[in-house]
Structures are given as C-alpha cells and as structure tokens.
C-alpha cells in the first residue's frame, strides 16, 4: 500500500492502562489513530476519543492485525502480560505474537516507526521473583525481536508503572519533525520552474549572451525537469494539504510579479 495512504497511528494493546493514555495523547493532538483492542467494551467511552477508530483483533491471530499494519505510519505496540502475574501464554504473546506482528510491518512496508515499552534495566531494587524475571526476559527476547528487524524501532524504557499518568495529557504528541520535509512540495516546484525557465528563455531569447551553457543541453536539463515534476508529484501526494499552503505562497508570489510587470508597462 503507498505510503500516501497511511496516515494513522496504530496503538495495539489500546485498551491497558498506557495503551488508553496514549489514545487521549493521540485524539488531543489530532492525530488519527486506530485502537486496536481484542475487546471494544474496554476503550473508554469519552468524548475525547469519539474520533477514534476502533479495531477488534486477538493478537493469538495476528493474521487478523495484517489490515490494520497496512494502514498504519506508525504502529505504538503496547500488547503485553501483567508484570506481576504472568499469565500461561505470555510467551506467546510477548514474543511470537511481536514477532509475527513486526513480520507483517516489514512485509507491509511500514514507512515510519514502531515504538514499544521495554525493561529499562535499572530496578535492581525489586525483589526478582519468578514472574518479574521471566517478565524481564521477555522483554529483552522483545529488544531482540526488533533489533532483527530492519523496521526503524524505538523502545521506551520505564521503571515500573504502577498508576497510570493521572490528569491531563502531558506529554505532546508533535508532528513537527514533517514539517521541514512539507517544505519539499514548494522548494521542488521552485527547481521545475528553473528548469523549465531555461527552455522557454532559449526559445525567446536565442541570440542572448550566453557566458555559462548548460552541459548536454537539452537532455541534462530535461532529465532535472522529469524529476522535479516526479518529485513534486510524490511529496504533494504525501504531504497534501500541508503542501498546498506551500504552492499558494508561491502562486501569490506570481500573481504579483504579474501585477508589478503590468504596472511598469
Ligand atoms: N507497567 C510497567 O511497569 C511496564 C514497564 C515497562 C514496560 N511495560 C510494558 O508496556 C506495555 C504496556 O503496559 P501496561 O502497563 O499498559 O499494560 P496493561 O495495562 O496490562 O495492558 C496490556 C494490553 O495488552 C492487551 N492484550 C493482552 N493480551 C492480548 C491479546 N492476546 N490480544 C490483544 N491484546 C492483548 C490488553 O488487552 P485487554 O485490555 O483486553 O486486557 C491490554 O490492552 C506492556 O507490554 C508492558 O509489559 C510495562
């Protein structure tokens, strides 16, 4: 599926206690976002969250999270075992539902990062019974899982969560890392218009002095204009109404050199 299309951020284990907070962190960004949550009843009834697309999917068929994977940017894995009480088929869960999960992401093409919580290493004060060494190993089989992967991952390592993050979100979520490529649309279109200024002043100006000539002229210049107009193409598909703002900047621009060349005339 084209990257164009995937504008939503999957959060898989939805329903736990990060998993509900990172969708309140999500809707109060507008960013869109899938719950994915094997029981729908689970997903808080707030209006905060009206918004939020909810998907049902048991992570012991993780064929089924195969649609939801094409569709995501970016995928927040939160599925996981109680820490304290480890339930009979947390391996399972922990490992080889990941594992086929990061499977389908790679197969997918997933464009941008999968992001987890990992054992952050440093709760040596904890008394290390069964279920908090088994959980610990789990989760560094997990780092491995990723680390195999050729996904672009991200692991945030916590102490040990027993509230959830009470009140307002706190943390903001900022898509301000894109904007700097949004710039692409208009400083792309800028270069076409470069490259295509040079065919139409060769055509109306032939006998003009000419103290640089463009190497290979015409194929080197219509090469960079083909893949000006291919990259304005795919960044405006990509970046669509954040581009646009970007070309009508550069259109006013154009309209009013119009206008200042009418009014010397
Ligand atoms: N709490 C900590 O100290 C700590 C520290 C570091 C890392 N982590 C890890 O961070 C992640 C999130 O932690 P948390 O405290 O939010 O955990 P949590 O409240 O126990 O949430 C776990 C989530 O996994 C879902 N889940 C469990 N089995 C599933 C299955 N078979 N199919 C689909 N979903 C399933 C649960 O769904 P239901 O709502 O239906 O049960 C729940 O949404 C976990 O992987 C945890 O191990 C936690």
Not at 79 to 89: D, N, V
Not at 224 to 246: E, I, P, W
Request: charged share 20%; with cysteine; proline share 6%.
């Amino acid at each position: 599926m084209s990257s164009a299309f995937r504008e939503s951020v999957l959060v898989i284990g939805a329903s736990g206690r990060t998993g509900r907070f990172v969708l309140r962190y999500l809707a109060s960004a507008a960013v869109p976002a899938i719950a994915c949550v094997r029981n729908a009843a689970r997903v808080p009834a707030e209006p905060l969250l009206a918004a939020t697309e909810i998907a049902v999917a048991d992570l012991t068929q993780p064929q089924r999270l195969a649609p939801l994977i094409e569709r995501a940017a970016h995928v927040i894995y939160l599925a996981g075992s109680e820490r304290k009480r480890l339930s009979a088929g947390a391996w399972q869960l922990e490992i080889d539902s990941l594992s086929a999960c990061v499977d389908l992401a790679q197969r997918s093409g997933l464009p941008g990062r999968w992001i987890q919580m990992g054992y952050s290493g440093h709760e040596s004060r904890l008394p290390a019974n069964w279920a908090e060494t088994r959980w610990r190993e789990m989760k560094l089989a997990a780092d491995e899982v990723l680390a195999a992967s050729t996904l672009n991952y991200f692991v945030l390592r916590t102490g040990l969560l027993t509230e959830p993050v009470g009140g307002e979100p706190r943390v903001l979520v900022s898509q301000q890392q894109d904007l700097p490529s949004a710039e692409l649309p208009h400083n792309v279109a800028a270069f076409l218009l470069t490259g295509v200024a040079l065919f139409l002043l060769r055509a109306k100006e032939p006998d003009a002095p000419r103290p640089f000539r463009v190497p290979l002229y015409p194929v080197l210049p219509a090469v960079f204009v083909l893949m000006c107009g291919y990259l304005l193409y795919s960044s405006l598909t990509y970046h669509r109404a954040h581009a646009l703002v970007g070309l009508a900047v550069l259109a006013v621009g154009g309209v009013i050199l119009l206008f200042v060349r009418a009014s010397k005339k």
